[in-house]
């Protein structure tokens, strides 16, 4: 069967034909591959450059001022240098960009954590102060209280002083009253005795 000898001797054509291009075809395949990676590389340099500049985290804070600083630091340090290949003027513009964005995030940043502290400050004196104020009103209450302590008792001693002076004036009234009872009940008698 002739067809089938010819079926299966195209398909060796073919095969053999696809290796072969795929064999001319491998060293533009392979550089442009390295070309991809290479292109991607320089592309995910200029994202994490420009990503310093981000200073809010994942959950909707801001970095403090030292983190900031610390990006500042990071994205000066960045290197224009050959490596960035055709893409270093961008870079250059990325890198500037970013510590612009930076500095003037550390401003807000530092501007924030002043006032903050600031508010912590004045909560804090406005909590002494309010210590001190109840600490001297318990203070003005004790001595208030010990005022009025001292008066009760001396009113006490005066009331008793006044009670004892009552109490002897009306033991001396008694006694008079007897002596002048017995002056009389005396005189009563020698009457009668003289009658």
């Known amino acids: ?24 075809r491998r060293p533009l395949t392979e550089w442009e591959d390295a070309e991809k990676a290479r292109t991607e590389s320089l592309q995910q ?5 420009r990503a310093l ?13 030292a983190d900031i600083q610390a990006r500042i630091q990071e994205a000066k340090s960045v290197e224009l240098d050959d490596s960035w290949q ?13 510590i612009q964005q930076l500095e003037a995030s550390l401003a807000v940043a530092q501007k924030r ?7 912590e400050r004045l909560r804090k004196e406005a909590e002494e102060k309010a210590r001190l104020e109840r600490e001297e009103a318990i203070r003005r209450e004790a001595a208030e209280q010990a005022k009025r302590d001292a008066e009760a008792k001396a009113q006490a001693e005066i009331d008793a002083a006044a009670r004892r002076e ?3 004036r009306a033991a001396v009234e008694k ?11 005396e005189r009563r008698r020698q009457e009668e005795a003289e009658t």
């Open 1 to 24: 069967d002739l067809s089938g000898i010819s079926d299966i001797m195209y398909l060796r054509f073919v095969t053999e034909c696809d290796q072969l291009r795929d064999e001319v």
């Open 45 to 49: 340099r200029l994202v994490d450059l």
């Open 53 to 65: 500049a981000d200073v809010i985290d994942t959950v909707g804070n801001y970095l403090p001022s």
């Open 86 to 98: 055709e893409r270093t003027a961008e870079a250059g513009v990325a890198k500037e960009s970013t």
């Open 113 to 119: 954590e002043h006032e903050a502290a600031e508010l």
């Open 166 to 168: 009552a109490e002897a």
């Open 175 to 185: 006694a008079e009253q007897e002596k002048n009872d017995a002056i009389a009940a």
